[in-house]
């Protein structure tokens, strides 16, 4: 009788073949064309709401020139978007646009020369500064080393003299019988004696 | 009317997928159906109007230009201003315009719903509506009916106090 299905939400695929619940809505009320009509409702004739000729006639006036003024201002609104979009794209707007652009560009490439200028030059100065204190360290490096060699030979040169004298005293093949004779004349004693209080005491028992 | 949507919008889903199939196993060409609206094919067209939102027993409305198919509240492609039913405590409703944005839909070819259109006609941006004039016309005439029948009533009761 009356169509349940009159309001559903659903896809076509899940109202032919409804695998889970309740997919459909109900709405209460609402009547098809095929469905006979309630008893309260037999003798009932639908009638327009009444109108009022007098005013009907001036509400028609007034609606005539509403619907004009309106078409003008869409048209009068068009126009201006169109010639808007026509100076931004093509007109004035552009050509202003360009220019501004262009010196823009060009203002900022002077800065940018300037800046890489100045950046040249601290450079310059910069690499002087390094080239001179490397001079300076090369030549301070070169007389720590003329120093250090000339202090060097001194060192072996005193020691030179040192073995010299000393080999003056050495025992040779030759003066070997005179040392033994020598030593063996002068018995050395190398025992001494010692107390608590550091007093040293050469003397001792052994002597020959 | 409604099955007959959802059958349209079942069958593009079904022609996305079917072409994947038929240009292996047949040699016809299969177009995609790429553009979101497809005003050619829909036939739809941009609106202004009013969205409601806000609470139960406490609506807002966002001014919107919209397609004209698509839900009252949901997506919409610009918001041009917002109307607020309920009077304040200063006693005004308020209204809110996007006068250039308005501009551009209307010249881009919009239409405007009535409730739209009487709101702006009542901020001077559209001529008055013609309802408006006649809607207030009307109210005045019931005022003065309702005078002239008190003031009937008064005299009726003077002359019967007499």
């Known amino acids: ?208 | 009317m409604y099955l007959i949507r959802s059958c349209m919008v079942f069958y593009k889903y079904f022609l996305l997928t079917y072409s994947l199939l038929s240009s292996t196993e047949y040699l016809s060409v299969m177009v995609h159906l790429s553009s979101f609206l497809l005003k050619k094919y829909h036939g739809g067209h941009v609106v202004i109007r009013l969205a409601l939102g806000g609470a139960t027993n406490r609506p807002f409305y966002r001014i919107v230009a919209a397609y004209n198919k698509w839900a009252r509240d949901s997506k919409y492609i610009e918001q041009l201003g917002s109307y607020d039913p309920l009077p304040n405590i200063h006693n005004e409703k308020l209204v809110a315009f996007n006068y250039e944005r308005i501009k551009y839909w209307i010249a881009c070819g919009a239409h405007t719903t009535k409730p739209v259109a009487k709101l702006l006609g009542l901020a001077g941006f559209f001529p008055l509506h013609p309802m408006t004039i006649t809607e207030a016309e009307r109210r005045q005439k019931a005022a003065l009916t309702e005078e002239v029948k008190m003031d009937r009533q008064e005299q009726v009761e003077q002359k019967e106090a007499l």
């Open chain 1, 1 to 208: 009788m009356l169509r349940a299905l009159s309001r559903c939400h659903a896809p076509v695929v899940r109202l032919l073949s409804p695998r889970t619940a309740v997919l459909v809505e109900t709405v209460r009320g609402r009547k098809s064309r095929t469905d006979p009509i309630a008893k309260s409702k037999l003798g009932r004739i639908k009638t327009p709401p009444p109108v009022d000729p007098v005013e009907m006639v001036v509400l028609k006036e007034r609606y005539t020139e509403y619907n004009l003024i309106l078409r003008a201002l869409r048209l009068e609104f068009k126009e201006q978007m169109l010639r808007k979009k026509y100076e931004e794209e093509v007109g004035s707007v552009a050509e202003e646009r360009t220019k501004r652009e262009a010196e823009e560009h060009r203002s900022l490439i002077a800065l940018n020369d300037a800046e890489n200028l100045r950046m040249c030059k601290i450079r310059a100065q910069r690499m002087q500064k390094e080239a001179e204190a490397a001079e300076l360290k090369k030549r301070e490096a070169a007389i720590l080393r003329q120093q250090e060699l000339e202090s060097y030979i001194k060192e072996k040169e005193r020691q030179i003299l040192l073995l010299q004298e000393e080999a003056k005293d050495f025992i040779t093949p030759d003066n070997l019988d005179q040392r033994i004779e020598e030593a063996l004349d002068n018995p050395k004693n190398y025992n001494f004696a010692i107390d608590k209080e550091g007093r040293v005491v050469k003397r001792t028992a052994f002597q020959q």
